[in-house]
């Protein structure tokens, strides 16, 4: 195989835009979620997000980055103040939604009402879910990391509530994202659907 | 749409596999990389990972979890002691030899022996890059901080190369993983080939 490379000196020479592109593009494919969340004078918030990671099954944690210094940071400050917040999984079909909620709208600005997704609310759980969504996790707040080496944080939430769309739920308890419809991205701008290759076993020493 | 419902408490009555399962699965789709490791004995260590992150573009971040309880250990103790660790994206062909890394083998077996893998070394750097990967980062630990909700350990690491195969690379900065042959993963066993729907426009307010 012939390779392109680059070092850090390299990677620090490119424009912005070039380095946004390759930096947010090699660590692979991310998952696509909508934020929701609302603030004391009950304004709704819903922001895309694609850094949701697993941190543990038992008890069940999921964690998320949050740049405050960018456009998340209504997501960032209502999570502090009302300590829970929803995650939707975006599908195909709402993939243009989910992306124009990226844009800097101001703050008396829902990006529920500028972008037509419908905000729903469940059993007295204080932030908005995302009807459209398939996929709804209500999340509650448990710890926030901030991080030194560039000022974003890390906040890490315990599963609520899971809502799942019928007949996606294996008896096995995997999620079949595929029935779902869900997305994946790259980069800053690029969405994909991806096709199962297969389920492997538990993996032992042969 | 009729959902199913989970409380948190109906998520702790699960046994542990579908817990397990069903938390794997639920924040959406994974990337999947081989972390490359050494240690002071020259031993490699390859170690399958879902939790990478992108952090930052300037500087040049990603993130990643580490559960030393589990299989990766090696992987933390290593980076702990050289400093340095790769990150080798997985393409569909090489997707069964990363499923097996996360088998439990003892620490005198490199999985590359194991899985068939080819570790290469780059340029005096000390940990070892996947041959058959067409995405290598060589990362330098920055940060890492201790998850108390669960124990976990987030390792934060500064970009200080990268290597990627001839014909992926955009005028942009893109990477596209489609011509990679990428793969992301979900739960804890499946694995996918993303098809892309479309890249979007940088958002604005309408």
Chains 1, 2 share one sequence.
Not at 59 to 69: F, G
């Amino acid at each position: 195989m012939s390779y392109k490379n680059f070092l850090a000196d390299d990677v620090e020479k490119l424009d912005k835009l070039n380095r946004v592109q390759l930096i947010n593009s090699i660590v692979g494919y991310k998952s696509v979620n909508l934020v929701g969340t609302i603030d004391q004078n009950k304004r709704t918030n819903l922001a895309v997000v694609s850094s949701v990671c697993h941190l543990g099954s038992n008890p069940p944690l999921i964690s998320m980055i949050i740049r405050p210094a960018t456009v998340p940071r209504h997501t960032f400050s209502n999570i502090l103040e009302s300590k829970y917040y929803t995650l939707n999984q975006v599908t195909v079909d709402m993939v243009e939604q989910a992306h124009q909620t990226s844009a800097r709208y101001p703050k008396d600005v829902s990006e529920f009402d500028a972008t037509g997704l419908t905000p729903i609310f469940r059993d007295g759980f204080v932030a908005p879910f995302v009807a459209e969504s398939p996929l709804q996790l209500g999340m509650s707040l448990n710890e926030v990391h901030h991080l030194e080496c560039n000022g974003t944080e890390m906040i890490i939430g315990s599963v609520h509530s899971i809502s799942v769309k019928e007949g996606a739920l294996g008896e096995d308890g995997f999620v079949d994202l595929n029935k779902l419809n869900a997305v994946c991205a790259s980069g800053v701008d690029a969405y994909y659907k991806p096709e199962l290759i297969k389920r492997l076993a538990y993996a032992k020493p042969k």
